[in-house]
């Protein structure tokens, strides 16, 4: 039977891909960002430092201002009826994604998700007086998601054989490879399509647990 189903956040269960590019386009940073992503994606800086400089250009901005920004960012299709029945059958959800932890503790309070794992921003003060402060802890670094759900299996006693992964670029790949069935969702690269059991193309998340019923009944019996 199936116990854990884990989703990356971005381009999975929300429609922007790119949560960073998406604020930064919502707060006018996007240019200033470019002079070092193109350096944090290929790893001429470490992935911490580039969270920290990209991140760190929002400094001062009201964290009720970035959460309505979030929010405006549309689920995909299915994403709440998929989670809503997979915790009707007793699986736990979880979360893990490079993007942002404010972002994804929304989406877990609103899902009923848990556990969720992602990139910590800091902020100065409380409540909707909260503003980015600079500081940052990058909890899944880009590349570093099998790691993260090793983890998180071994806390849960959950096995992989036990486990559904669900993405869409190659980051998810770690995911994949300790899931018995791989989802790729609107997947960004054939790489990720090919590693996959199962492929949403078109981003619609209704189709998912009938394919999975296919795929592996063991997991999803009727």
């Known amino acids: 039977m199936l116990k854990l189903a884990v989703f990356d956040l971005d381009g999975t269960l929300k429609a922007e891909r790119d949560p960073y590019v998406y604020l930064h386009r919502r707060l006018g940073t996007l240019e200033a960002a470019d002079a070092f992503t193109a350096k944090g994606l290929s790893g001429e800086l470490p992935y911490e430092e580039w969270l920290r400089l990209d991140t760190g250009l929002w400094t001062g901005q009201p964290r009720a201002l970035l959460m309505d920004h979030l929010a405006q960012n549309p689920y995909l299709p299915g994403a709440r009826e998929t989670v809503a029945a997979l915790r009707a059958r007793g699986v736990t959800v979880a979360i893990i994604s490079s993007g942002l932890l404010l972002h994804a503790q929304m989406v877990a309070e609103e899902l009923g ?3 969720v794992l992602a990139n910590e921003i ?4 409380q409540g909707d007086e909260a503003r980015v402060n600079g500081h940052v802890t990058a909890h899944v670094a880009y590349g570093g998601k099998q790691a993260v759900l090793g983890r998180l299996q071994a806390e849960l006693g959950v096995t992989p054989a036990e486990t559904l992964a ?6 998810d790949l770690g995911l994949f490879s300790l899931a018995a069935v791989a989802v790729a969702v609107q997947p960004e690269h054939p790489d990720v399509a090919d ?10 998340l209704y189709p998912l647990l009938g394919r999975l019923q296919q795929v592996a009944p063991q997991l999803w019996p009727t």
Do not use: E, K, Q, W
């Open 113 to 115: 998700i848990g556990p």
């Open 122 to 125: 800091g902020f100065d003060g």
């Open 166 to 171: 669900a993405g869409d670029t190659r980051s």
């Open 195 to 204: 590693a996959a059991h199962i492929v949403l193309a078109d981003g619609d």
